[in-house]
Each structure stands twice: as C-alpha cells, then as structure tokens.
C-alpha cells in the first residue's frame, strides 16, 4: 500500500508540471494579442508593433489596375514593385470599400496628396471591383495608381494584418515605416508626414 501511494505521489507532480507547461503558449499568445489590441485601440506609435519587413526591400508584384477609376491622364495604372524603385518616396496604402476605418481615413488621405505633396499609391484588398469605384466615386481619388489585389497574396506578401495599412517605402524601393490602422487625426497624419521626410534622408 504504502508503494502505491509512494507511487502515486511520484506520478501526480509530473502531471501538474506538464498541466503549467501546457498553458505557457496560451498565456503567450494572450499577451501578444492584448499588446496588438492595446496598440491599435490606444493610438500608440505603430512602429511598436513588429513588422520584419521594415528596412528590408518591398516584396516583388505586379496588380493589375482597379478597371473604370480614371485620374487627371485618365485610367489609373496598376501597381507593381518597379513603380516604388524610381527615386521618390512613396506611401502605399492598403484599403477596402468593405473596411469602415477606410472610409474614415480617406479624408486623411486626400489632405496628405492635394495639400502635402505625398506621391500616393494603394493597393486594393480582395475587394469588389464596383463597391471599389463607388467607394472612390464619392469620396474622391487620392491615388496615382491602384493596384487591385483580388486573392490578398499581395497584401500578404507585405505582411498586413488588417486595412488599412500603409507603408512609407523610400526611393529605392525599401520599407521604412508601418502604420498599422488608419491615419484619422492631424497627430497621426503628422507622424507619418514625418517619417516620409526621413525616408527622404539615404540609408547608410
């Protein structure tokens, strides 16, 4: 008997061990998710959250363009990997007629290109291709070129978590800033406004 409980006792800590061990990638991921959320409900500085892509080259695409979207010269052109490695710093963003904080941000988006000179470009996400051209139609094009991302692939080549997001690449094609969520206050369009102006400055 007394073996047994000898036994029992030897048995019963190595399960309670292996019940905390069980738990640890769970309390890791709750950590994690409440640090996103914090992030993105709190207005924090974006570049908190980890991108891997920030300082690396952009990933290689090539999105047709969003069809019956015209500009000043008229259709809108696709977007592609080329067109973000002439020389000129350039915010992409990535959006939904879906997303409702898009819509929000828009306005955002259209101060920054009409009165701050940002060179803007986007990249649509699995989208409808009508709701896309209603979304802009009444909102208004801040985009010189719009790449529609039908399957997402794209989008997830960048690493977006959610639209929007947007993307300072530099003149040669290199990210260097993710702003995760939308640009909705003169705090945040500032923040962004200034990491455009150091994308300007060369990398060493």
């Not at 292996?18 to 992030?39: D, E």
């Not at 989208?127 to 692939?153: C, H, K, Q, W």
């Not at 639209?163 to 290199?174: A, C, M």
């Amino acid at each position: 008997m007394s073996e047994e409980t000898a036994g029992g006792k030897s048995e019963g800590a190595p399960r309670r061990r292996r019940g905390w061990f069980a738990i640890i990638p769970l309390v890791v991921f709750l950590g994690l998710a409440g640090l996103f959320i914090k992030q993105l409900t709190e207005g924090g500085d974006p570049s908190l959250v980890p991108s891997p892509l920030i300082g690396r080259p952009i990933p290689e695409f090539n999105l047709p363009p969003l069809a019956g979207v015209e500009g000043p010269k008229g259709q809108l052109p696709g977007l592609a990997s080329a067109d973000l490695r002439t020389g000129k710093v350039t915010l992409v963003n990535v959006w939904a007629s879906w997303c409702v904080p898009c819509r929000e941000e828009h306005a955002w988006l259209m101060e920054m290109a009409n009165n701050h000179g940002v060179r803007l470009v986007s990249i649509n996400y699995k989208d409808d291709p009508e709701n896309a051209r209603r979304f802009l139609g009444s909102l208004g094009v801040p985009f010189s070129a719009i790449g529609a991302d039908t399957t997402g692939r794209v989008a997830i080549n960048w690493g977006v978590y959610g639209v929007p997001e947007s993307f300072v690449v530099d003149g040669k094609g290199i990210i260097r800033f993710k702003q995760i969520g939308p640009i909705v206050s003169n705090q945040a369009m500032d923040a962004v406004l200034a990491q455009i102006a150091k994308a300007k400055t060369p990398l060493n």
